[in-house]
């Protein structure tokens, strides 16, 4: 069993649609985040949900929303995509509120039209 | 603002090298880990080591810390082709919360 599990894993969209990148990690840890990984391989953290409760929100514009339906799924919808939202978005996972290592997915390459 | 830098930001070595890479950060750390990603794929945690730890080892990993100079280095003695991937440091910068922040990484290729 995949132990940090994303998808899509390649999503191509017009500007101006809604999408959504679904993830389910069953490690049971309580903290799930999604990072944002651009061309040049900088990620950068989106947020990070513990125990359903948003607990970061950098400075990602408002169109970006997490949802998480309980401990084990953090979603990320996407509302009005622009071309600068094209990226491979990685979901992951930790226990102990992030200060232990980092459990990643497979990543989702987002690309907008 | 960033939190990890590494450097170089590529490094070529030959199969059976040592490959050293260095990351600096900027403010005082819990903990700082080492990540690799191959080409399409997700990061994949190496080694952990905390902020009263010096030294640590893992395989053929190394990795040292100095907090005082705030940097940290990861050794990969006798590499192989199957090291060919990027990796990156990662701290907790616990002033921003509690997610990690990573660097730019370091791109090493190593040819057989």
């Known amino acids: 069993d995949t132990a940090v599990s994303q998808t899509p894993k390649y999503l191509v969209t017009q500007m101006g649609n809604d999408k959504s990148i679904k993830c389910e990690q069953n490690?049971?840890?309580?903290?799930m985040y999604w990072y944002k990984q651009d061309s040049k391989k900088f990620l950068k953290i989106m947020f990070s949900?513990?125990?359903?409760?948003?607990?970061i929100n950098e400075t990602v514009p408002n169109r970006f929303s997490p949802k998480s339906p309980d401990k084990a799924h953090l979603n990320l919808h996407i509302n009005s995509l622009e071309l600068g939202d094209s990226a491979v978005y990685f979901c992951?996972?930790?226990?102990?509120?992030?200060?232990?290592?980092?459990?990643f997915g497979s990543g989702t390459q987002l690309s907008v039209l | 603002s960033q939190q990890g830098e590494e450097d170089p930001q590529a490094l070529s070595i030959q199969e059976g090298e040592n490959a050293t890479m260095n990351c600096s950060y900027k403010?005082?750390?819990?903990?700082l880990q080492w990540y690799r990603q191959n080409s399409g794929r997700g990061l994949v945690h190496l080694i952990l080591?905390?902020?009263?730890?010096r030294e640590k080892h893992s395989g053929r990993l190394r990795v040292t810390l100095d907090t005082s100079k705030k940097s940290s280095s990861l050794l990969i003695t006798a590499s192989r082709a199957a090291d060919t991937a990027s990796y990156f440091c990662?701290?907790?910068?616990?002033?921003?919360?509690?997610?990690?922040?990573f660097g730019k990484g370091t791109t090493l290729s190593v040819s057989s």
């Open positions: 992951a996972s930790s226990g102990l509120g992030g200060y232990e290592k980092l459990f």
């Open positions: 490690l049971g840890h309580d903290t």
């Open positions: 949900y513990n125990n359903k409760e948003l607990i």
């Open positions: 403010t005082s750390i819990n903990n």
């Open positions: 080591i905390r902020s009263n730890e």
């Open positions: 990662a701290t907790d910068a616990s002033q921003a919360g509690t997610a990690l922040i």
